[in-house]
């Protein structure tokens, strides 16, 4: 699988093409579905700009964009970044049960994050399922300690170093870590580290993403034009589904 993360945690002015409103992120969904992008990892704003835990911003962005794409699966951040109380942030993940049409697919979970089996939990009862973030060796081993929650679809390995080299031994040590993991491994590299990242995920057979959250430059170090230029270029590469 190719998942688009089309914005993250990017402010605005960090791309001109980064969606960010809810219609923006509903046109660019509808567009990446159109290039056979199912599944998305997106961060919804409320109407300050400012990454949203709350219902109300999380239906408004989910409602619209399975409006125009309804064969996308929606995912979103839970970051402790976007609500650093971490008894708030569990609040708010166990009031995304009453959604609706507004309720996400699955939601990421940063296994190195204070709360994160509580809030593993909260989505479990929502009847949300979880992508688990693990972004370093303790994480994993954090992770391999506690075991999978039930409603886990897969495995983040969220490689950190953009060096381009040094982000392919860091891959190769959290797969190793991770080689007891019984569901889907997604593999991802930031910045210097996204491009090489997704090349090795790719010929390894393991899921991959790719989008403005993750990367700005094309393979070649040129400028993206947006998502949909960066998702053709990690097709180039061998990145399907």
Known sequence: MLQCCPNGARRPEAHPALPV????????????????????????????????LAGPQIAATVAQLRSVAPGVDIGVSTGAWIQPDTEARIDLLAGWAGLAAG????????VHEDGWSRACAALTEAGIGIELGVFHLDAAKLLRDAGLPPSAVRVLVEVQDTDPLASLTELARLLD???????????????????????????????????????LVLPDGSPADGNLDLVRAARELGAHG
Request: glycine share 10%; charged share 20%.
């Open 177 to 215: 870590a991770l080689a007891w993991v019984n569901v889907p491994l997604l593999a991802h590299g930031e910045e210097g580290g996204a491009w090489p990242v997704l090349l090795e995920a790719a010929r390894s057979g393991l899921d991959t993403r790719i989008g403005l959250e993750d990367v």
């Open 21 to 52: 409103t809810p219609g923006e992120l509903a046109e660019e969904v509808a567009a990446l579905a159109e290039l056979g992008i199912t599944s998305v990892h997106l961060h919804p704003r409320d109407v300050t700009g400012a990454e949203a």
């Open 103 to 110: 309720r996400p697919d699955f939601a990421s979970v940063n």
